[in-house]
């Protein structure tokens, strides 16, 4: 029914980039505000950043800002995150998430209604 597929992890050297994708079934993406989380071992689920169904966005990680970028293609249903000058401490399983129909952003997890299964990143020499 309602569904999302995260993809685009992997290993990456310290300054490299990588965009990961995440694709929406089910529902129509733009209606909806989704979530990028993300949780390295031993740490708590941490909010990243967040596009709101009007489009607009919101920063939820200082250690990212200048670096990552959300944004969302209606055409494929899918919303994106551009990781630019990645660091080690990025590395983390990836989730995106979803609210309910005109839902807002928030930092907090359990402000979402639907989950992704996660996208590994592994920032590395």
């Known amino acids: 029914q309602l569904q999302l597929v995260e993809s685009g992890g992997g290993l990456v050297q310290p300054g490299g980039s990588l965009r990961l994708s995440c694709a929406a079934a089910g529902f129509t993406l733009d209606s909806y505000a989704i979530g990028w989380f993300r949780q390295a071992p031993g740490k708590e689920r941490e909010g990243v950043l967040c596009i709101w169904h009007s489009g607009g966005t919101t920063n939820y990680a200082d250690s990212v800002k200048g670096r990552f970028t959300i944004s969302r293609d209606n055409a494929k249903n899918t919303v994106y995150l551009q990781m630019n000058s990645l660091k080690p401490e990025d590395t983390a399983v990836y989730y995106c998430?979803?609210?309910?129909?005109?839902?807002?952003?928030?930092?907090?997890?359990?402000?979402?209604?639907?989950w992704g299964q996660g996208t590994q990143v592994t920032v590395s020499s």
């Open positions: 998430a979803a609210t309910g129909p005109l839902g807002i952003c928030t930092s907090r997890w359990n402000g979402y209604n639907y």
